[in-house]
């Protein structure tokens, strides 16, 4: 959780670092999912408690039946002109079952495994036999199957948004619509044991990420915009973090975006190993990302890797800690290492290929030097100690601070941030008018081969 200087301006953004790409003092992010849109004012007012999300426990998204208009016919020939009513009346009344905890599902604690891919590099053919009964071993400890079982919530859960999300939709609805459904299939007793891993990302456009709805925000999904859904999972305070893109519009005028970006994502995934170089893997997203161009009104647009965002070492409790995967080659030599956690994420734009921080902020997190900070206020220590207690270094936004029973507390907020306490993160959005997408899997690099831990039919 660095911050950057560029040109001797502090950038507060996560996870910022240089690097030796082409643009001299370019700040690249390791993105976090933060922030609220540019084009929306946010007032004080808080969201009301979420409603519990219904749905059937046997199925991980919910078949609406379809409503059945065709009239009944009496005896007599007759159409029977209530019939439609007095069905719609009995389905009204029916009540729906809630989301039950995932643990019903698999009562023995065993949770799916991810896809399997062998190591790329031929020095590590040897690992598929001679670290088998190591890997067996390691089966044991209990990560594994947290990472497995966060990546199943997941899974269900971007199901039932993928089926449920239409334009017309409030942010804000959909904000609710993952994160209860997150929890309810967690049913932990503490958002510390397991629950959402960091603020669910609907960065629209070309905004590439860290937008999530504040309290009041009236934003709602149009037609033709271009959806990251970033959502992240943990248990015991292993995060599994997969994103994906949405669109709508009827002509598929974007599919060349996805197309570019879903593959390079998933480039990078197999490029990804033990002792292979960082360079090597962005060097690899780099040329299928922009072997993609898209047209729009008639017009030509090169599709471009965002060249200041990365993917990433995730850590216990740290979305991002320590490495970060470039997708772009960058010349960095570090290589990955048995054991080690990865988000792969890649973002493709039409726009310049570079982010820069804009907009009103709604994504927060303890700072690594918290505990050091000097904190004035009676207040702002209570909020410390609230958020500590709650989120302890995961990430959270204000609707998550509303959701605990603070009020009044942006003061306060500003204070923590002022004082270095609590660490801000805007939204990062290219050139306006452009548009991005972003896909994203999480990898666990076992002694022997790969595990793409939230792979799934969709992605």
Same mark, same amino acid.
């Given at each position: 959780m660095a911050k950057t200087r560029t040109n001797s301006e502090t950038v507060s953004i996560l996870h910022t670092l240089h690097t030796?790409?082409?643009?001299?003092?370019?700040?690249? $992010?390791?993105?976090?999912?933060? !922030?609220?849109?540019?084009?929306?004012?946010?007032?004080?007012?808080? =969201?009301k408690e979420a409603?519990?999300?219904?749905?059937?426990?046997?199925?991980?998204?919910?078949?609406?039946?379809?409503?059945?208009?065709?009239?009944e016919t009496k005896t007599d020939g007759s159409p029977e002109t209530n019939a439609a009513p007095a069905a719609a009346k009995k389905k009204k009344n029916k009540k729906k079952k809630k989301i039950t905890s995932i643990d019903s599902s698999y009562p023995d604690g065993v949770?799916?495994?991810?896809?399997?891919?062998? $190591?790329?590099?031929?020095?590590? !053919?040897?690992?598929?036999?001679?670290?088998?009964?190591?890997?067996? =071993?390691?089966?044991r400890n209990n990560h594994w199957q947290d990472f497995r079982k966060g990546a199943e919530i997941h899974r269900r859960v971007r199901h039932k948004a993928q089926s449920s999300i239409r334009p017309g939709m409030t942010m804000t609805e959909i904000a609710d619509l993952i994160e209860n459904s997150v929890r309810s299939y967690a049913a932990a007793d503490h958002t510390l044991k397991a629950g959402i891993g960091f603020p669910t990302g609907l960065s629209l456009?070309?905004?590439?990420?860290?937008?999530?709805?504040?309290?009041?925000?009236?934003?709602?999904?149009?037609?033709?915009?271009?959806?990251?859904?970033?959502?992240?999972?943990?248990?015991?305070?292993?995060?599994?973090?997969?994103?994906?893109?949405?669109?709508?519009d009827d002509d598929h005028k974007y599919d060349n975006l996805l197309k570019a970006v879903k593959e390079a994502t998933n480039t990078g995934v197999r490029e990804a190993g033990i002792d292979v170089r960082l360079n090597d893997i962005g060097a690899a997203v780099q040329e299928v990302m922009e072997s993609y161009e898209m047209e729009i009104g008639g017009k030509t647009y090169p599709i471009k890797c965002i060249r200041n965002l990365n993917g990433h070492n995730i850590g216990d409790y740290v979305i991002h800690s320590g490495k970060t995967v470039p997708i772009v080659a960058n010349g960095d030599m570090t290589k990955m290492e048995e054991g080690e956690t990865f988000a792969i994420e890649t973002f493709g734009s039409t726009g310049n290929g570079y982010v820069i921080p804009t907009g009103e902020c709604s994504h927060y997190a303890l700072s690594e030097e918290y505990k050091q900070a000097r904190v004035g206020t009676d207040r702002a220590k209570q909020l410390l100690k609230t958020i500590e207690s709650n989120f302890g270094t995961l990430p959270w936004c204000r609707r998550y601070l509303d959701r605990v029973g603070e009020e009044k507390y942006l003061l306060a907020l500003n204070q923590l941030v002022r004082a270095g306490a609590v660490q801000?993160?805007?939204?990062?959005?290219?050139?306006?008018?452009?548009?991005?997408?972003?896909f994203e899997h999480t990898i666990l690099l076992h002694p022997h081969k790969k595990e793409v831990v939230s792979r799934g039919d969709d992605y």
């Open positions: 030796n790409q082409k643009a001299p003092g370019a700040r690249v $992010y390791r993105v976090f999912r933060f !922030s609220h849109h540019p084009k929306m004012r946010s007032n004080m007012s808080q =969201d409603n519990e999300i219904a749905v059937n426990t046997t199925e991980t998204v919910v078949s609406t039946p379809t409503d059945v208009t065709t009239a949770f799916p495994e991810g896809e399997w891919q062998e $190591y790329p590099l031929e020095i590590n !053919s040897y690992r598929t036999s001679s670290e088998e009964l190591r890997y067996l =071993d390691n089966q456009n070309e905004i590439a990420a860290h937008y999530t709805p504040n309290a009041g925000d009236k934003l709602v999904l149009g037609k033709d915009d271009v959806m990251k859904v970033d959502i992240g999972v943990h248990v015991n305070g292993h995060i599994v973090d997969s994103a994906f893109t949405m669109t709508f801000d993160y805007p939204p990062i959005t290219d050139r306006a008018g452009s548009y991005t997408a972003q």
